[in-house]
């Protein structure tokens, strides 16, 4: 009987032992992150490491805002990833539900294979054709090119939902008198809203963390976030506060997104099991 | 879930009729629906495609003149040390970066399978670094690899490891930034493999008990075999993205010391944005985009496969 419960709690101490080695580095990263970016300098390049900021200071903070354009590359990664998430929804919704139906097999290959393809293969051609169009350094060649990102894992996230509705209900739609479009508008639609939310977060992360497009399409004044603190504050500031602080900045929306939608982005990393390109 | 996009795909897909008998025609009319989105993927996705191949044909000159080479540039290519030598180089981290998370990701997928106490705050804080913007990431990372007063030579200290070059040595850079990979993306294989635990049958388990199996055997000669078809689909997805690695490799060690580290990607990235050779550059996006779609093909084959297994 002892052997049995000592056996019983070298299990479940072997268990959480796992848990921990599988939590930790997830959240230590996470955690020096945040502890760079509330210490002053002296701290930060102290040898042994301070890990508790004593006293936490935000000047790290208003160092990004004052000495930089952030408010700027906020908004043109708002504008950027808004932009594509929004023209993504508009005609990948309705794609999702059109090859759904008909059931298109091709047309989701060359979504999938859209889907796989590394972004920066895109980027080659992308560029020499903004070039000749005089677009490289403009919002609108970002956008259009973030719509690479977006609209495969709309369409293909769609698809998905559009399959798991039973099409006898818009069926009845029509034999009532409704056009293809009313029936898809207000019948398919209302029914796949949880999947538009899973397109629509999944489509805004991976938007949103792009770097690549806008390294080489992004101007001065039109790059976005991640490719900003790249550029801007590495080479311009050395001080690892600042640049923690604006990291933190960077990827914060993204975080705050996950803990507070993780259940519809686990339904549809699983539905999709894709990543971004 | 896991397997609805796939039965668009499938032979499964063809559905017949109506319950009530009524065949359907409207199916003619749905590709309307797809004609934005087909318009939009003409010009941003398959354009570019198209435009790669005509693109690897020529040697393009800065000044916009662009001269027909024929299959030249793929030659070049092949005898170029440089890019056999990324080739071999890209070819070692997908081994590293494919092996190592699907092995732990499998691991993470049993434990989070399992009732625990703060499990979906902690599986949300496994699943953060997938989410996290990697360039933002990977700064962190390498302020935490600076040989001198990086934290983690700090830790190792603690443990009387000494020091390591991190990425800063030709000889440690590639498992460094092989580990920053698996942080990153072992939460994608835990998340796929817990989807396919989750529609594992229970029966051979009760089974198994009333037979005496323990917690080993269970997993070796049930769990193992009925996971297997989603394993492959991680260990292709991994392929996949371990080939497209860029962003963590450009910020953190940028292809170096030298060129210890350029990947394919970095290799196609430098030549075509470095040194202009569009042309060049063009022919690895065509060998690059043939492995994708070999890969692509494999993993659609695969998920169908499980589907008409399950």
């Known amino acids: 009987m002892t052997t049995l419960t000592l056996k019983r709690a070298a299990a479940k101490t072997g268990f959480a032992l796992s848990v921990f080695v599988l939590v930790s580095p997830a959240i230590l990263v996470f955690l020096w992150m945040l502890s760079l970016s509330f210490k002053n300098e002296v701290d930060n390049t102290a040898w042994p490491p301070v890990f508790i900021p004593n006293p936490p200071t935000l000047d790290n903070y208003v160092q990004v805002f004052a000495k930089n354009n952030f408010l700027l590359y906020l908004w043109n990664s708002i504008l950027v990833t808004g932009g594509a998430v929004i023209v993504g929804l508009l005609v990948g919704v309705p794609a999702g539900y059109g090859i759904a139906r008909s059931k298109s097999a091709k047309f989701a290959i060359l979504i999938l294979i859209a889907r796989m393809t590394p972004a920066l293969s895109y980027l080659v051609p992308l560029f020499i054709a903004f070039q000749w169009l005089g677009l490289v350094g403009t919002h609108a060649a970002l956008l259009i090119t973030h719509l690479v990102i977006t609209i495969p894992i709309i369409v293909w996230i769609m698809i998905g939902y559009f399959e798991n509705i039973p099409a006898e209900l818009e069926d009845a739609a029509l034999v009532d008198g409704c056009t293809p479009w009313q029936s898809f508008r207000y019948v398919a639609v209302p029914l796949a809203r949880p999947g538009i939310v899973v397109g629509s977060i999944l489509a805004f992360i991976f938007s949103w963390n792009n770097f690549i497009f806008s390294v080489v399409l992004g101007g001065k004044s039109t790059r976005t976030l991640p490719s900003a603190i790249y550029n801007v504050l590495t080479f311009e500031q050395i001080s690892w506060g600042p640049l923690a602080a604006a990291a933190l900045l960077v990827t914060l929306p993204v975080l705050l997104l996950t803990v507070i939608a993780q259940r519809e982005i686990v339904a549809g990393l699983s539905a999709g099991g894709l990543k971004d390109g | ?310």
């Open chain 2, 1 to 310: 879930m896991t397997q609805t996009t796939a039965s668009a795909l499938g032979p499964t897909a063809a559905r017949g009729s109506a319950p009530s008998g009524k065949p359907y025609d409207f199916s003619r009319k749905y590709w309307v629906f797809a004609v934005p989105a087909t318009v939009i993927i003409l010009a941003v996705i398959v354009f570019p495609w198209l435009f790669t191949v005509f693109m690897s044909a020529g040697d393009w000159k800065i000044g916009g003149g662009v001269e027909f080479v024929g299959l030249d540039n793929f030659r070049t290519l092949f005898a170029d040390e440089r890019f056999r030598d990324s080739m071999r180089i890209t070819f070692i981290f997908t081994v590293l970066a494919v092996v190592i998370p699907v092995a732990l990701g499998t691991a993470a997928a049993l434990v989070f399978h399992s009732e625990f106490p703060f499990r979906g705050v902690l599986r949300t804080i496994f699943v953060m670094p997938m989410m996290a913007t990697p360039v933002a990431v990977s700064l962190v990372w390498k302020m935490m690899f600076h040989p001198q007063l990086g934290v983690l030579n700090y830790i190792l200290s603690l443990f009387g490891i000494p020091p390591s070059a991190w990425v800063f040595s030709p000889e440690t850079v590639i498992p460094t930034l092989v580990m920053v990979e698996v942080w990153h993306w072992t939460p994608l294989v835990m998340l796929i493999l817990l989807g396919g635990l989750a529609g594992l049958p229970k029966e051979p388990y009760e089974s198994a008990v009333i037979d005496g199996a323990n917690g080993w055997h269970m997993f070796r000669f049930i769990t193992l075999p009925l996971l297997w078809p989603y394993i492959m689909i991680a260990l292709i997805i991994r392929t996949i993205d371990a080939l497209k690695v860029f962003d963590i490799i450009f910020v953190i060690s940028e292809g170096g010391p030298g060129t210890a580290s350029e990947t394919l990607n970095i290799f196609l990235y430098l030549q075509a944005f470095q040194f202009y050779k569009i042309g060049y550059a063009s022919a690895v996006v065509v060998i690059f985009f043939g492995i994708i779609v070999a890969l692509s093909l494999l993993l659609l084959y695969t998920r169908q496969k499980s589907k008409w297994n399950a």
